[in-house]
């Protein structure tokens, strides 16, 4: 028993070669085409015609789409001397499982080639009813414009059988695979299961966005507590605190412990504190008159020990430094630059008492030399 695979399939299939048509008249500089018609009735007065005369209600679907095969040549060379159209063009037609090979018929129309309208120039049509399969059929067919003669057509035909495993092979192919088909379906039901997510989304979206308008055009919402809130509230909260009119006693504070020096020492410090006021204002006056010095004499050289105290003294304030109006740092900061100067006061004096005593010392030696010269001669 034959599979429905086979019955679907085509049993013949019509090869056409159709080679050139001669002693055509036509108007046309871009030369006539052939067009070919391959189905159950003569396709000669057109397309139209035949549409219009075709039952529809009558044929069904597999029928209707194998009704006819059109096939159309092109012009490829055209010989003025005879009037010969060679277009030399190769078809092949298969032929629908379900036609009978007998009742096929072969319809030529060939046309003059223009832009808008292209008038039929002579027809013909072939019965497929005498043709013996596998064998070559290579005739000029007539062609007529009514019942007048309008020119020959040159056409080779050959009626062949389909093989059957190549149709297999072909049918395997065009059948489409499970597993595309499974990963198909699952694509496609995944695609709706995130459509289906994106609407979801977009409602909640919405509603949201209406909430939230409801809410600003009512205005802020009074929120309702529980009465066990409630309740819990005020059991926790504590009364405030009645004012009262009473005195409160002063507590005596105690003055914050300041470091004081010892008063001898404060005394010191002030007395070397004039002595250094007096020693700059000296050093300054010194500087004064070097630059006036240095008006008269141009070669005459400054002192820059001068130039230091001369800075030194316009940092310094002018008023005596006291240790109870200045802060901790500028007073020991004070009280080392004074001990410096004391030092150095200090260094001074013993080398200047050091020298007196080298002189008294030479003339005491100087003396008792001359004693003893004296005592000597006498």
Not at 94 to 116: A, C, E, G, W, Y
Not at 121 to 147: D, E, H, M, R
Not at 160 to 183: G, H, S
Request: overall charge neutral.
């Amino acid at each position: 028993m034959a599979s429905p695979l086979h019955l679907s399939l085509p049993r013949y299939k019509l090869v056409l070669r159709v080679y050139s048509a001669k002693d055509i008249q036509h108007s046309s500089s871009q030369g006539a085409y052939c067009k070919l018609y391959l189905g159950s009735s003569i396709m000669i007065e057109g397309s139209r015609t035949c549409k219009t005369s075709l039952d529809v209600s009558s044929v069904d679907q597999d029928e209707k789409t194998w009704h006819f095969q059109v096939r159309r040549t092109c012009t490829q060379h055209q010989q003025s001397i005879d009037f010969e159209t060679i277009w030399d063009e190769t078809f092949e037609v298969l032929i629908h499982p379900n036609m009978d090979l007998k009742t096929q018929i072969l319809s030529f129309r060939v046309k003059s080639q223009h832009l808008l309208y292209c008038p039929v120039i002579g027809t013909c049509a072939v019965s497929l009813k005498n043709f013996v399969p596998g064998k070559w059929l290579q005739q000029w067919y007539p062609l007529q414009k009514g019942k007048k003669s309008a020119g020959r057509l040159r056409v080779m035909l050959l009626v062949t059988e389909i093989d059957r495993k190549i149709d297999k092979l072909v049918a395997r192919r065009r059948q489409p695979n499970e597993d595309v088909v499974a990963a198909r379906n699952a694509l496609y039901e995944a695609d709706k299961a995130i459509e289906r997510l994106l609407e979801k989304h977009l409602q909640l979206e919405n509603e949201r966005q209406e909430r939230r308008r409801a809410k600003l055009s009512c205005g802020p919402l009074e929120l309702q507590k529980d009465s066990f809130t409630i309740d819990r509230n005020v059991e926790d909260s504590v009364t405030p605190l009645q004012p009262s009119f009473e005195i409160l006693e002063t507590f005596e504070t105690q003055p914050l412990h300041v470091e004081q020096l010892p008063t001898h020492l404060v005394k010191y410090e002030q007395q070397l504190d004039k002595k250094l006021r007096q020693v700059q204002k000296e050093t300054v006056r010194l500087y004064e008159f070097q630059l006036q010095l240095k008006q008269y004499l141009p070669d005459f050289k400054i002192d820059n020990e001068t130039v230091e105290s001369k800075e030194d003294l316009e940092t310094l304030p002018f008023e005596t430094f006291d240790s109870s109006a200045l802060s901790n740092l500028e007073h020991f900061h004070c009280r080392a630059r004074s001990n410096e100067i004391y030092f150095l006061n200090c260094k001074q004096e013993k080398q200047s008492k050091g020298m007196e005593n080298s002189s008294v010392r030479e003339k005491l030696t100087d003396c008792q030399s001359e004693k003893h010269v004296t005592a000597v001669v006498a």
